[in-house]
């Protein structure tokens, strides 16, 4: 009986990892389809939130884009550049009020830099796969149940830990007088003997 548990629960790992790699497959493969569809989407942006401004709906429809995407566009590109420096000239040009040629020319270099950096990521992966491939063949590849146990066993030990920790944190920060017991009255005998 546990044998056969633990044949079905393998057998529903390897499914999931399958599942798990089709998926990274999937996505990697739509983000680099949108990638390619990066300056259209800015330059539709720009017509939303530029002069003069164009309702949302009349613009995904006329450029037959996708709503929920281009909504996280408008969000994307309206977010301040603190973090996204690239943006700062595409900002700085919505708030000038730029027309259309200086926007398809700012959505076309965000988008180059996109495709750059795409691509410098399937080198460095290319890279990395060779690697991996070289790797010593006499070291055997964990496999993913033992890797969870042995977290699971961590984790539960860690667990127990920390009560014990938060108790001795706690003790360290009260006054002596409180972290020493009271002695009952009559428990402890006088260490004296008497003598009569």
Same mark, same amino acid.
């Given at each position: 009986m546990v044998d056969e548990y633990k044949a079905h629960d393998k057998a529903i790992e390897k499914k999931e990892e399958l599942l798990d790699d089709f998926m990274q497959t999937e996505s990697t493969q739509l983000g680099q389809t949108l990638a390619l569809q990066s300056s259209k989407y800015m330059v539709a942006a720009w017509r939303v939130t530029g002069e003069p401004k164009e309702e949302v709906a009349k613009v995904v429809d006329?450029?037959?884009?996708?709503?929920? /995407?281009?909504? !996280?566009?408008?969000?994307? /590109?309206?977010?301040?550049?603190?973090?996204?420096?690239?943006?700062?000239?595409?900002?700085e040009m919505i708030k000038s009020g730029g027309d259309a040629a200086e926007a398809k020319k700012l959505a076309d270099e965000f988008q180059t830099l996109v495709l750059e950096v795409m691509f410098e990521r399937k080198e460095v992966n290319?890279?990395?796969?060779?690697?991996?491939?070289?790797?010593?063949?006499?070291?055997?590849?964990?496999?993913?149940?033992?890797?969870?146990?042995? /977290?699971?066993?961590?984790?539960?030990?860690?667990? !127990? /830990?920390r009560p014990?920790?938060?108790?001795?944190?706690?003790?360290?920060?009260?006054?002596?007088?409180?972290?020493l017991p009271a002695r009952p009255p009559g428990r402890f005998r006088s260490r004296r003997r008497h003598t009569t």
């Open positions: 006329k450029e037959r884009l996708d709503y929920e /995407l281009f909504d !996280r566009w408008l969000k994307f /590109l309206a977010k301040p550049p603190r973090f996204y420096q690239h943006l700062t000239k595409w900002q290319d890279e990395n796969d060779v690697i991996k491939a070289k790797a010593l063949s006499g070291t055997k590849k964990k496999e993913r149940g033992e890797a969870a146990e042995r /977290l699971r066993h961590q984790r539960r030990f860690l667990s !127990r /830990l014990r920790a938060q108790v001795d944190a706690d003790r360290a920060a009260e006054p002596l007088h409180r972290r």
